[in-house]
């Protein structure tokens, strides 16, 4: 089980910069909790506050403190199993595009667009309960999916696409980039910009 000091910074590293509500929510932790642990990161040095937008940023020292926790975070990861499992989520992630963008093109609601990420999710809720039996950390990323899309269907038309509101697309990327970072894969070398 990882600590939620790890959890905390593991978020920011994920997001890149964000308000705290947005990190407990990626973390799955209460806010003050992360709140705290933010506060003893900046006092670390790995991590800034951005007063004015009220938003966390990892520093240069708080990265290689992640590197170093991710290493030990994922010792006894099964990394074959992961990769062999990363590998549905990477077609998954084609069609994802092909549907956001899609939805971009007719910049409207549409019963199609809600039927196929409906489609979609239920084809993902699969992969991601794969990959969570891997590694149960990625696992909690099924139930933000599954919200999001929730929330699209009701009528919500930011959360397929919208931008750092925890649209489907914004938890998509965070899964992948936090697959990216577990399996320690070089982005430039395996395509996965």
């Not at 997001?15 to 799955?28: I, M, N, R, S």
């Not at 994922?74 to 992961?82: F, K, M, N, Q, W």
């Not at 809720?125 to 990625?138: A, H, N, T, Y």
Request: charged share 30%.
């Amino acid at each position: 089980m990882s600590d939620r000091s790890f959890l905390a910074l593991h978020a920011l590293r994920i997001k890149g910069f964000a308000k705290a509500d947005a990190l407990a929510d990626l973390a799955g932790l209460d806010l003050e909790t992360v709140e705290t642990q933010l506060d003893e990161r900046l006092s670390r040095g790995h991590a800034q506050f951005r007063e004015a937008r009220a938003l966390w940023q990892l520093t240069a020292a708080g990265r290689s403190a992640h590197a170093d926790e991710l290493a030990h975070e994922v010792v006894g990861l099964d990394r074959e199993t992961l990769a062999a499992r990363y590998q549905p989520f990477l077609r998954l992630d084609k069609r994802l595009k092909e549907l956001c963008e899609d939805w971009r093109d007719n910049d409207c609601a549409s019963a199609d667009i809600v039927e196929r990420l409906s489609a979609f999710d239920s084809d993902a809720q699969q992969v991601v309960k794969g990959i969570g039996e891997v590694w149960p950390r990625l696992s909690m990323y099924a139930s933000r999916l599954a919200q999001t899309c929730q929330r699209f269907a009701s009528g919500e038309t930011k959360m397929l696409t919208g931008v750092m509101c925890g649209s489907y697309h914004d938890v998509w990327m965070e899964l992948h980039e936090d697959l990216i970072l577990t399996q320690g894969i070089d982005r430039v070398e395996k395509g996965s910009i």
